[in-house]
């Protein structure tokens, strides 16, 4: 790693590359996995649904590459452990784990319940660091692959109606960048995506003004972009993630008004 060039280590050619997509039955991770096999790349498929992973793997645009099915509860950690192993005898090795899985439910402090509120951050935090546990060591043992975490531009500051989603995402934008200062030197890459708002059937879920909403397959086409530029942060839309990159410098005074005036609540 050089003070100037690409903060991860190189990934396969896409033809050669084994990629572990969690997440992968709508939304970003369906249309991650679809541009992934229509590259030529081995891509196991995970998610709660069989039937959807098996609309995806056969989608004839993503047919150059090869899809394994792998239904998994992402929530069950000895699962994941399970499918981990799994994978590791089907593929060999893999290059990258790319975990997609979240769920999203808007929150103000007055609507704050406990089950609710463990409910989305075992999704969304206490999953995806299960995961990890499970394929470091693998990873460690091959001496290279990568791990890719997605988050949230939500997780930058705190926001009206994601009083736990922007703490969850706020958490994984921490543990991705101490993950990352742990595997780089021993080679295995770590990427923090970051998008704002993406048109999935979570985000329809919403009733307020979305900025910059972006489509599921441009979100897709981003961030096989950032891992081939090899950046450790792959956030999106571009203008969208400079207006909340500027916010989170500002002091708490200017930041509140701010927030304010902008979504009025």
């Given at each position: 790693?050089?003070?100037?060039?690409?903060?991860?280590?190189?990934?396969?050619?896409?033809?050669?590359?084994?990629?572990?997509?969690?997440?992968?039955?709508?939304?970003?991770?369906?249309?991650?996995?679809?541009?992934?096999?229509?590259?030529?790349?081995?891509?196991?498929?995970?998610?709660?649904?069989?039937?959807?992973?098996?609309?995806?793997?056969?989608?004839?645009?993503?047919?150059?590459?090869?899809?394994?099915?792998?239904?998994?509860?992402?929530?069950?950690?000895?699962?994941?452990?399970?499918?981990?192993?799994?994978?590791?005898?089907?593929?060999?090795?893999?290059?990258?784990?790319?975990?997609?899985?979240?769920?999203?439910?808007?929150?103000?402090?007055?609507?704050?319940?406990?089950?609710?509120?463990?409910?989305?951050?075992?999704?969304?935090?206490?999953?995806?660091?299960?995961?990890?546990?499970?394929?470091?060591?693998?990873?460690?043992?091959?001496?290279?692959?990568?791990?890719?975490?997605?988050?949230?531009?939500?997780?930058?500051?705190?926001?009206?109606?994601?009083?736990?989603?922007?703490?969850?995402?706020?958490?994984?934008?921490?543990?991705?960048?101490?993950?990352?200062?742990?595997?780089?030197?021993?080679n295995i890459g770590v990427y923090l995506?970051?998008?704002?708002?993406?048109?999935?059937?979570?985000?329809?879920?919403?009733?307020?003004?979305?900025?910059?909403?972006?489509?599921?397959?441009?979100?897709?086409?981003?961030?096989?972009?950032?891992?081939?530029?090899?950046?450790?942060?792959?956030?999106?839309?571009?203008?969208?993630?400079?207006?909340?990159?500027?916010?989170?410098?500002?002091?708490?005074?200017?930041?509140?008004?701010?927030?304010?005036?902008?979504?009025?609540?």
């Amino acid at each position: 790693m050089t003070l100037f060039g690409p903060l991860n280590p190189p990934l396969p050619a896409w033809q050669d590359a084994r990629v572990w997509v969690i997440g992968a039955s709508y939304g970003i991770g369906a249309e991650v996995a679809r541009a992934l096999l229509a590259r030529g790349a081995r891509v196991a498929l995970s998610a709660r649904s069989a039937d959807k992973l098996r609309d995806v793997a056969g989608d004839p645009a993503a047919a150059r590459g090869a899809a394994l099915i792998e239904p998994l509860d992402f929530t069950d950690p000895a699962a994941v452990a399970a499918a981990w192993q799994r994978l590791q005898a089907a593929f060999k090795r893999i290059d990258l784990v790319l975990i997609v899985a979240g769920t999203h439910k808007e929150m103000r402090a007055w609507e704050l319940d406990d089950a609710e509120s463990r409910a989305l951050l075992e999704v969304n935090l206490h999953a995806p660091i299960a995961t990890v546990a499970a394929v470091v060591p693998g990873l460690l043992a091959q001496g290279r692959g990568a791990i890719a975490i997605v988050s949230s531009l939500a997780g930058y500051r705190g926001l009206p109606k994601a009083l736990i989603y922007g703490a969850s995402k706020a958490a994984l934008i921490n543990f991705s960048e101490a993950l990352y200062l742990d595997l780089r030197p021993r080679n295995i890459g770590v990427y923090l995506i970051n998008p704002g708002f993406v048109k999935t059937p979570l985000t329809d879920r919403n009733e307020f003004r979305m900025p910059h909403l972006i489509s599921a397959e441009e979100a897709a086409a981003e961030i096989v972009a950032g891992l081939e530029r090899r950046e450790f942060e792959i956030r999106f839309p571009k203008a969208f993630a400079r207006q909340l990159g500027l916010l989170r410098h500002l002091p708490y005074r200017l930041y509140f008004a701010a927030v304010r005036r902008a979504t009025g609540l």
